[in-house]
């Protein structure tokens, strides 16, 4: 009974993080790669991970054997199977924080990745996290998310909440606020907080489906899942209604991958400039 109520009242990526599911990225494990080529992983970066979940992705990160690995997450949930896949690495660390608050100093990431999360936001913090990400990230170093987006074709989200119907329905099976932008107002988004867009990339969203499941998780996880969804009825029932949902807005739906890129900023000239002009003033 206790586990019946949970599995009732759990938010969606928890609920399936508990039956064993660890790609937990709407264009799943493909996309997730695709992104870190783009991003140009490598031996020298120092990584920060906003929302590492149960660490599917900092796993993939630290097979770079990076310069460091920060992840930041406030959230208890995942946290036993992410300090697993720490525990055998030395520079990592995770920080109890907000993505929009990390307290890590200015310019010290190369790196900045968040999958998954940015589409749970609100516009406001949306843009407190991206503006997080580019403060810590060092001039040259890269952002890249991996997100929930709507498709071209489907109806525009209300700005004021950035949630249209689809969102609304999404979210009554996820148990938690989904807030898809289009592939063009995620790339906005970004450029606001000063990055520059150097790559994108999509999948289809198919979360759920049993391919995506198999190619995710691999034929004995896809299988461990199935068992577990098997003896857990309300887990079971609440897993099918968010595949009728993701279906059934099918064609709104899509996920995407960005990664851009925070510039020099060129005003080191401009400065000396201004400076000397002001001198001459005096």
């Known amino acids: 009974m206790a586990e019946a109520e949970a599995d009732h009242k759990l938010q969606g990526h928890w609920l399936l993080a508990s039956l064993g599911k660890r790609v937990l990225r709407p264009g799943g494990l493909g996309l997730t790669r ?3 080529s783009a991003a140009a992983l490598g031996g020298n970066d120092r990584i920060v991970e906003f929302g590492p979940g149960v660490g599917k992705t900092a796993a993939l990160l630290l097979e770079a054997h990076p310069a460091s690995y920060v992840g930041v997450d406030p959230n208890p949930e995942g946290r036993r199977q992410l300090e697993a896949v720490l525990a055998w690495h030395s520079n990592v660390q995770i920080v109890v924080a907000d993505a929009a608050e990390t307290g ?7 790196l900045v990745l968040g999958e998954a999360m940015l589409t749970m936001c609100g516009p406001e913090d949306k843009a407190a996290i991206v503006g997080e990400a580019a403060r810590i990230l060092a001039p040259g170093g890269r952002y890249a998310i991996h997100e929930l987006a709507l498709t071209d074709t489907a109806p525009d989200p209300e700005p004021s909440t950035d949630r ?21 107002a995620w790339k906005k988004l970004l450029e606001n907080a000063g990055l520059t867009v150097e790559w994108s990339g999509t999948a289809p969203m198919h979360l759920l489906e049993p391919s995506r499941l198999v190619a995710d998780e691999g034929i004995c996880g896809a299988a461990r899942f199935a068992w577990r969804l098997m003896h857990r009825p309300e ?4 897993v099918f209604a968010m595949r009728r949902s993701f279906r059934a807005h099918g064609d709104d739906l899509i996920a995407v991958a960005i990664v851009a890129r925070k510039v020099q ?3 080191e000239a401009g400065d000396t400039a201004g400076d000397a002009a002001a001198a001459r003033r005096e």
Do not use: Y
């Open 235 to 238: 887990a079971r029932k609440r």
């Open 265 to 267: 900023v060129k005003a």
């Open 34 to 36: 695709r992104l870190l």
């Open 164 to 184: 249209g119907e689809t969102g609304r329905a999404i979210s009554r099976e996820i148990k938690v606020g989904a807030r898809p932008l289009k592939i063009q």
């Open 104 to 110: 890590l100093p200015d310019g010290s990431a190369d």
